[in-house]
């Protein structure tokens, strides 16, 4: 079994939500995680720091640490607007140039599921921004209907990643759908809208699912993890990641890339 590790960027500057009510969410969010002794004081002022500092992306500590892992990981990012992703086509421009610059694969953070004409869009937009041929996706919150990858795959992207199951790439059409394994929130807010998992209990959560995959016989583990949670005012989260990787290198899991494990697929 191979490990395939990707990141969704959510959020880039907190300026971007002044016509939403994400960051007063967030607030509250965050004050019933210290209520409830999920979080410490400390990672609370943190994040009223990150606010202050309009800093809601990690994109680049991310990527630091993926590449001295050997991690080499997927970043999804938007190219339209909705459901709380509300960054500028400019910005979102500058940030999918420098993850390609740095030399990680970069898809898109889909938007619509079901709209043929607008799901079109996002790929041509992405495709004139990256450059990129092989153009893969996964969907905002996860979103899907039973049209959803054969439109997907009408229109040429190359992958998918949007189903939540532990289960084996399969083929619709053309397209390859990688469906998700892991994914940090709903293993550290359990069944839940906010933390209520510490370390400890993360990692026994872990390990059992990275076991079952076993005995599945999956050839690829996919496991979704956050840029923003990549943060201090997030330690749960960070640490949990930062363990994860450690833990898939220890037990000699290597890292792979989805279009690689498409060639390795298709050339067997």
């Known amino acids: 079994m191979k490990a395939i590790v990707s990141h969704d960027v959510d959020h880039i500057t907190i300026w971007e939500h002044n016509k939403d009510l994400i960051v007063l969410k967030f607030l509250a969010r965050s004050s019933i995680e210290l209520i409830n002794k999920s979080i410490s004081i400390k990672e609370y002022l943190l994040r009223l720091k990150d606010i202050l500092n309009n800093k809601w992306q990690n994109v680049e500590e991310l990527m630091t640490f993926d590449k001295e892992n050997g991690v ?53 937009v992405f495709k004139q921004i990256s450059g990129e041929e092989k153009i893969g996706i996964r969907m905002h919150y996860l979103r899907s209907d039973k049209i959803t990858l054969e439109l997907l795959s009408k229109i040429g992207y190359y992958f998918d990643s949007t189903l939540y199951e532990l289960d084996n790439p399969f083929k619709i059409g053309k397209l390859w759908e990688f469906p998700l394994c892991m994914m ?35 050839k690829y583990f996919n496991i979704l993890f956050h840029d923003r949670y990549f943060s201090d005012s997030f330690w749960t989260w960070k640490g949990w990641y930062i363990w994860l990787i450690q833990y898939l290198k220890q037990n000699k899991i290597k890292f792979i890339t989805f279009k690689k494990a498409i060639e390795e697929m298709e050339n067997t």
């Open 184 to 218: 940090d929130g709903y293993v550290i807010n359990k069944n839940s809208r906010w933390q209520n998992q510490n370390l400890e209990q993360v990692i026994d959560t872990t390990k059992k699912m990275v076991e079952e995959a076993f005995k599945k016989n999956l």
């Open 72 to 124: 080499n990981s997927t970043f999804f990012v938007g190219v339209s607007n909705g459901l709380g992703l509300s960054y500028s086509l400019k910005n979102a421009q500058y940030v999918i140039k420098n993850i390609l610059k740095e030399g990680f694969d970069v898809g898109v953070h889909g938007i619509s599921y079901n709209n043929l004409d607008d799901m079109k869009k996002e790929y041509e």
